[in-house]
């Protein structure tokens, strides 16, 4: 366990977020280099974040009203100012003005209960990490951007004392599997709407929620890999380790803002439903990629000195399909191989291993995709703004799709609001680094279905049962309402 010599938290965050200064273990908080600081005395109103926003915090102390912030969100998150429900925030917590305005907005941190967490001997702490931070994390040390450093993150969170580190790779291929089944059952049986949405990302969730609860029904009903990844560490983990689960602190490593308001969502606290306890809710905590570097930072771990360390073999392991899930594209191009395999009985062909019409950086992709037995009008969407036109062809019928993947975030998760923060300048040029490098990672591995994952096959083996079974349908499904 690293030394509990920490410094404070205002302490930290004087030395980091609001310095930008160079700290003792390497660690780099761009902060002067964002989107814009707004120049101060224009007395314009900042963005009414609320108090009760789980995603991001307003430091008034530290704000110019420059109202910089409003116009952002209006014309580029195109959010502020919608008309939403009652009772409701025009927010989808994407964070992207955390990267816009990096003096004053911040994402809510959950990195100091972290560390209360790890230094409670009481306390089992349980780190899954998302794909995209991998290669993101490394900008925050001043490596070259798109570095897979996905050893050291292990390394580091095991000297900093955290007692499993699992990869959220492994419930991306279990998402594939939930979600490929849903797709098939919705073609042949017809008793759901299409287009089929996807629904790993929170901020398009709430978005659909907010402006167009009509889709609800198209949306697929598969959690996100962070909320499987969560249901199961409570329940499949623990029973293999022989962990009590009241004593798990879960926490979630991700590149999204988002993903603090969907682990306080209805029906993801499935594993306290299975143990009986109310207050067990299956993500306890979600960390950005920055705060992982703040939570190491205080912690005293030199990241750059840390040791390479493989994943836990259970839940540690995931195929190439479920590391491109942070690219915008991944999640289709995933769910789509192990699709043709589940409907043909083999594998993709060679060329169905890189579907270049889905990859790249426009923001609205179509392609026809042919699974032989028939084929599939899909179509793959970026950037949240981009939304808006894209459902209103779908709704008057100029477009046909059967299958639609959404990201909020430019560039999919890789371009998440908790993602280090750069030069608007040269974000999309890093932005295209990480995607590579999930990319390499993908050609580089053996595994490259999710349906093929030695670990995903005997999770339902020995627990889950079959892809939209009973169980499954109990711990990684969800109504959309």
């Not at 491109?324 to 395999?341: D, P, Q, S």
């Not at 589940?342 to 609205?364: E, M, Y």
């Not at 949240?384 to 975030?409: H, Y």
């Not at 300048?425 to 990480?434: H, I, M, S």
Request: glycine fraction near 8%; include cysteine; charge should be positive.
């Amino acid at each position: 366990m690293a030394t509990k010599n920490r410094s404070t938290r205002r302490e930290f965050l004087k030395t980091t977020t609001l310095k930008a200064a160079t700290v003792g273990t390497g660690l780099l908080v761009a902060c002067e280099h964002g989107y814009g600081q707004g120049r101060s005395g224009q007395g314009r109103s900042p963005l009414p974040i609320a108090p009760n926003n789980p995603s991001i915090q307003h430091h008034r102390n530290r704000c110019r009203s420059c109202g910089r912030c409003r116009v952002f969100c209006q014309n580029t998150t195109t959010m502020f100012g919608q008309h939403v429900p009652p009772g409701e925030e025009a927010c989808i917590h994407c964070g992207q003005c955390t990267h816009y305005c990096t003096r004053a907005i911040s994402e809510k941190y959950h990195y100091p209960a972290v560390a209360e967490a790890i230094a409670d001997p009481e306390k089992i702490v349980v780190a899954s990490t998302s794909p995209a931070i991998r290669v993101a994390l490394g900008e925050m040390y001043r490596l070259a951007p798109g570095t897979n450093v996905e050893g050291k993150i292990v390394g580091a969170l095991n000297k900093l004392g955290v007692d499993h580190v699992l990869d959220t790779t492994f419930s991306a291929d279990l998402t594939v599997m939930e979600e490929a089944s849903e797709l098939i059952q919705r073609l042949e049986t017809d008793k759901s709407p299409l287009p089929m949405f996807t629904s790993c990302c929170p901020g398009w969730m709430r978005f659909v929620k907010l402006l167009y609860p009509i889709l609800l029904p198209n949306l697929s009903t598969t959690k996100s890999p962070v909320m499987m990844q969560g249901v199961l560490v409570k329940t499949y983990f623990a029973q293999k380790q022989g962990i009590n689960p009241a004593r798990i602190i879960h926490v979630a490593l991700t590149p999204c803002t988002a993903k603090k308001a969907e682990i306080l969502l209805p029906g993801m606290d499935a594993a306290g439903t299975v143990h009986n306890q109310s207050a067990l809710r299956d993500v306890d905590f979600a960390l950005t990629c920055r705060e992982l570097a703040y939570l190491l930072n205080e912690g005293r771990v030199d990241f750059l000195q840390a040791q390479n360390v493989p994943y836990s073999s259970l839940m540690g392991v995931g195929s190439g399909a479920g590391m491109i899930f942070g690219n915008t594209g991944g999640v289709m191009e995933a769910t789509l191989r192990t699709t043709y395999k589940l409907v043909n009985g083999t594998h993709p062909p060679a060329d169905f291993l890189a579907l270049r019409p889905i990859r790249g950086w426009d923001s609205v992709r179509q392609a026809s995709v042919d699974l032989v037995k028939r084929k599939l009008n899909v179509a793959v969407v970026h950037g949240i703004s981009n939304v808006r036109p894209f459902i209103e062809a779908i709704r008057t019928g100029t477009l046909k799709c059967d299958f639609v993947e959404v990201m909020a975030c430019s560039g999919g998760c890789i371009g998440g609001g908790g993602q280090p923060i750069t030069a608007a300048t040269d974000a999309a040029r890093l932005k295209q680094l990480r995607i590579s490098a999930l990319y390499q990672h993908d050609t580089g591995q053996k595994v490259r279905l999710s349906c093929d994952n030695p670990e995903i096959k005997t999770i339902y083996d020995e627990f889950l049962g079959k892809p939209l079974g009973e169980k499954s349908e109990k711990l990684l499904h969800v109504k959309r309402t």
